[in-house]
């Protein structure tokens, strides 16, 4: 996310931060017009993984020139809507080339920009796109050997982007795992999902601004701004810092003004909180809440 020449401009990965946590694009939102300055993460093993990601591209761009495709490769456009517009036809001509693979294309609609690993060409003489008798279908990269739903939602938002250029929507979705495997996926099958989630992320943030908490979520484990939401919830003593307690279980205290640490430690066994059950409230008020309160350098054993 960032501003471009007063505008606004999103990316498919925003919108899977979206899909993960609201308080992240509320955090990105600020960043992006300026108000608060965006958080970094030194992070060795993300760097690792960063640099095995593009090793993993290389070597399948490698393969496909071994089989004898027709590949084209363009290098990451500056942040500018003068080089995205120039970075989409240069897409665009490849596509009118009809070559088999092209490595990094660029979208961009004014509004959302996007960098696709690979499209693939895809010959069907029965019916014809804008191009001819072919079109293009999206495949990305991913060192991983399981498919994860924000490759699938990353290809979604790519595939609109290509059915405007194309004049047809791609059939197919791929995903090139680490085990040296291709998952191909209907773009049917995800699409609603997609155009769903994507009118609620730009109603979020082209809309008026709404308050969100930096609840613990898995995607923490690789956001930038993890440090920050972590010393909120502790200037804050959140529920969420309670070994094992739930989102749900956190909602159903805040209902009844219960909203730290500190006020669930006094809660009596048998204190008849709905929804929650008395053994929870047994387990959770021990010594331990005391603890949490002296030892906030223990973050991580109790962060869930």
Same mark, same amino acid.
């Not at 084209?72 to 080089?83: C, N, Y």
């Not at 920009?113 to 690979?118: E, K, V």
């Not at 680490?178 to 109603?203: C, I, M, N, P, W």
């Not at 906030?296 to 869930?304: D, L, T």
């Given at each position: ?69 027709? $590949? ?18 240069? $897409? ?117 601004? $709404? ?94």
């Amino acid at each position: 996310m960032q501003v471009l020449e007063g505008d606004l401009v999103l990316s498919p990965s925003d919108l899977t931060g979206f899909a993960a946590c609201e308080h992240l694009t509320q955090l990105e939102l600020q960043a992006a017009r300026g108000e608060i300055e965006r958080a970094t993460r030194d992070d060795p093993l993300l760097d690792v993984l960063s640099r095995r990601g593009g090793e993993h591209e290389a070597a399948l761009l490698d393969r496909y020139r071994a089989e004898g495709r027709s $590949t084209i490769e363009f290098e990451m456009p500056a942040s500018t809507r003068a080089a995205l517009e120039a970075a989409q036809q240069d $897409t665009l001509d490849a596509m009118h080339e009809s070559v088999d693979v092209i490595y990094q294309a660029t979208f961009f609609d004014g509004r959302w920009r996007g960098h696709a690993d690979f499209l693939f060409r895809v010959d069907h003489p029965e019916r014809e796109s804008a191009l001819g008798p072919y079109s293009y279908e999206v495949a990305d990269a991913k060192l991983a050997r399981r498919v994860k739903s924000a490759a699938l939602l990353q290809m979604c938002a790519y595939s609109e982007q290509l059915t405007r250029l194309q004049g047809c929507e791609p059939e197919h979705v791929h995903v090139l795992t680490g085990d040296g495997e291709q998952h191909t996926f209907k773009v049917t099958d995800y699409s609603a999902y997609y155009r769903t989630l994507k009118a609620r992320y730009e109603t979020l943030v082209l809309g008026a601004r $709404t308050d969100t908490y930096p609840d613990p979520v898995d995607h923490c484990s690789i956001c930038r701004w993890a440090d920050e939401c972590k010393e909120r919830r502790r200037a804050d003593d959140h529920l969420s810092l309670v070994a094992g307690i739930r989102r749900d279980q956190t909602r159903k205290l805040t209902a009844v003004n219960i909203t730290t640490t500190s006020e669930l430690a006094d809660v009596a066994p048998g204190g008849n909180v709905a929804g929650i059950a008395d053994a929870l409230i047994r387990f959770i008020n021990l010594p331990y809440l005391a603890a949490a309160a002296v030892l906030p350098q223990s973050g991580p054993a109790i962060e869930r």
